[in-house]
Protein backbone atom coordinates (compact mmCIF):
# COMPACT_ATOMS: atom_id res chain seq x y z
CA UNK A 1 0.00 0.00 0.00
CA UNK A 2 1.16 3.98 -0.24
CA UNK A 3 3.51 4.13 2.57
CA UNK A 4 1.88 5.72 5.46
CA UNK A 5 4.89 8.85 6.26
CA UNK A 6 4.97 9.41 2.70
CA UNK A 7 2.81 7.86 -0.41
CA UNK A 8 4.88 7.58 -3.31
CA UNK A 9 6.82 4.61 -1.23
CA UNK A 10 5.60 1.84 0.32
CA UNK A 11 4.02 0.18 3.52
CA UNK A 12 2.69 -3.66 4.22
CA UNK A 13 -0.45 -3.95 5.71
CA UNK A 14 -1.31 -7.43 7.05
CA UNK A 15 -4.26 -8.63 4.78
CA UNK A 16 -5.33 -10.90 8.09
CA UNK A 17 -4.76 -8.21 10.70
CA UNK A 18 -6.43 -5.12 8.96
CA UNK A 19 -4.79 -2.24 10.28
CA UNK A 20 -1.54 -4.03 11.26
CA UNK A 21 1.63 -2.92 9.63
CA UNK A 22 5.57 -4.17 9.19
CA UNK A 23 7.36 -1.77 11.44
CA UNK A 24 10.90 -1.57 13.13
CA UNK A 25 11.14 -1.80 16.60
CA UNK A 26 15.01 -1.74 16.79
CA UNK A 27 16.06 -3.85 14.47
CA UNK A 28 13.56 -6.46 14.49
CA UNK A 29 10.41 -5.74 12.23
CA UNK A 30 6.76 -7.06 13.74
CA UNK A 31 3.29 -6.55 12.76
CA UNK A 32 1.74 -4.05 14.85
CA UNK A 33 -1.07 -2.09 15.76
CA UNK A 34 -0.19 2.03 14.73
CA UNK A 35 0.23 3.11 18.69
CA UNK A 36 -0.25 7.16 18.09
CA UNK A 37 3.45 7.64 18.19
CA UNK A 38 4.15 9.90 15.62
CA UNK A 39 7.27 7.88 14.31
CA UNK A 40 5.07 4.90 13.35
CA UNK A 41 4.33 6.23 10.32
CA UNK A 42 8.38 6.47 9.42
CA UNK A 43 9.44 3.27 10.84
CA UNK A 44 6.59 1.30 8.71
CA UNK A 45 8.10 3.09 5.04
CA UNK A 46 10.41 2.02 2.52
CA UNK A 47 11.51 2.94 -0.16
CA UNK A 48 11.46 0.09 -3.04
CA UNK A 49 14.84 0.35 -5.14
CA UNK A 50 17.04 -1.60 -7.14
CA UNK A 51 17.99 -5.21 -5.20
CA UNK A 52 21.44 -5.25 -3.48
CA UNK A 53 22.34 -8.24 -4.95
CA UNK A 54 20.33 -8.58 -8.06
CA UNK A 55 19.13 -4.77 -9.63
CA UNK A 56 16.45 -7.03 -11.50
CA UNK A 57 14.86 -7.86 -7.83
CA UNK A 58 14.20 -5.62 -5.40
CA UNK A 59 15.20 -4.20 -2.08
CA UNK A 60 13.08 -2.04 1.15
CA UNK A 61 15.17 0.77 2.44
CA UNK A 62 13.61 2.52 5.49
CA UNK A 63 11.96 5.81 4.94
CA UNK A 64 13.75 7.41 8.38
CA UNK A 65 17.18 5.34 8.68
CA UNK A 66 18.80 5.39 4.81
CA UNK A 67 21.32 2.67 4.33
CA UNK A 68 19.15 0.32 6.22
CA UNK A 69 17.43 -2.42 4.50
CA UNK A 70 14.70 -4.60 5.29
CA UNK A 71 16.51 -8.64 5.95
CA UNK A 72 15.58 -11.91 6.49
CA UNK A 73 17.82 -13.63 8.44
CA UNK A 74 17.24 -16.95 10.90
CA UNK A 75 13.57 -16.94 9.63
CA UNK A 76 12.33 -13.78 10.86
CA UNK A 77 12.61 -10.37 9.49
CA UNK A 78 15.10 -7.24 10.43
CA UNK A 79 15.80 -3.72 9.52
CA UNK A 80 19.70 -3.29 9.54
CA UNK A 81 22.37 -2.14 7.45
CA UNK A 82 25.65 -3.37 5.64
CA UNK A 83 27.06 -5.95 7.60
CA UNK A 84 28.06 -9.97 7.46
CA UNK A 85 28.97 -11.33 4.04
CA UNK A 86 25.19 -12.54 3.06
CA UNK A 87 23.47 -9.16 3.95
CA UNK A 88 23.00 -7.88 0.05
CA UNK A 89 21.36 -11.69 -0.83
CA UNK A 90 19.25 -11.52 2.65
CA UNK A 91 18.08 -8.26 1.69
CA UNK A 92 17.21 -9.00 -1.80
CA UNK A 93 13.77 -9.63 -3.01
CA UNK A 94 12.11 -10.86 -6.28
CA UNK A 95 8.79 -9.35 -6.19
CA UNK A 96 5.86 -11.66 -7.55
CA UNK A 97 2.29 -11.73 -7.96
CA UNK A 98 -0.33 -9.07 -9.47
CA UNK A 99 -0.05 -6.31 -6.58
CA UNK A 100 3.56 -5.75 -7.43
CA UNK A 101 2.72 -5.43 -11.93
CA UNK A 102 2.51 -2.02 -12.82
Request: net charge negative; with cysteine.
Amino acid sequence: MPGLADGRFYSFESVNCSGHYLGSRGARVALEPPPGDPSFKAETTFRLVPGLANVSWSSFELFDRPGFFLRHREAHLFVETYGDPTFREDATFNLVGPKWRE
